[in-house]
């Protein structure tokens, strides 16, 4: 992925890639889901997580995945299995943390995760 999620240890992370490469990232992204798909077996659940900010990595390479695959649904994380870390996922059940988060604790990184079940 893009890492921009580090970017509050590494600030010069905005200037390694270019609008072009998260193209390129997207594709690898989208096709590692493909490969593990292919690899998990019916009930099987798949974890997909990236170290970016952006949604062009995080929940559209996801949704792009879902409309082309009907046999797999995404189960929802629930608040309850974060223990101690309130406010960090959607109402659909994605996991998003950002860098301000934990901000008392000098912040942490920002990332992307969701849960994937393969149902046939």
Same mark, same amino acid.
């Given at each position: 992925c893009s890492a921009t999620g580090?970017?509050?240890r590494h600030p010069e992370i905005i200037?390694?890639?270019?609008?072009?490469?998260?193209t390129v990232l997207q594709e690898k992204q989208l096709n590692l889901l493909n490969a593990a798909l292919e690899m998990v077996k019916t009930s099987g659940l798949i974890i997909y997580t990236v170290c970016s900010l952006d949604k062009?990595?995080?929940?559209?390479? &996801?949704? /792009?995945?879902?409309? $082309?695959?009907?046999? &797999?649904? /995404?189960?929802?994380? $629930?608040e309850t299995e974060l223990?101690?870390?309130p406010n960090l996922t959607s109402k659909s059940g994605d996991l998003?943390?950002?860098?301000?988060h934990l901000k008392?604790?000098?912040?942490?990184?920002?990332?992307y995760a969701v849960r994937l079940q393969r149902t046939f």
């Open positions: 580090t970017i509050r200037w390694q890639h270019s609008a072009s490469d998260l062009d990595e995080g929940c559209r390479v &996801v949704n /792009k995945f879902l409309k $082309k695959h009907k046999n &797999v649904k /995404k189960i929802p994380i $629930k223990i101690g870390l998003r943390t950002m860098p301000y008392e604790m000098g912040g942490m990184d920002g990332f």
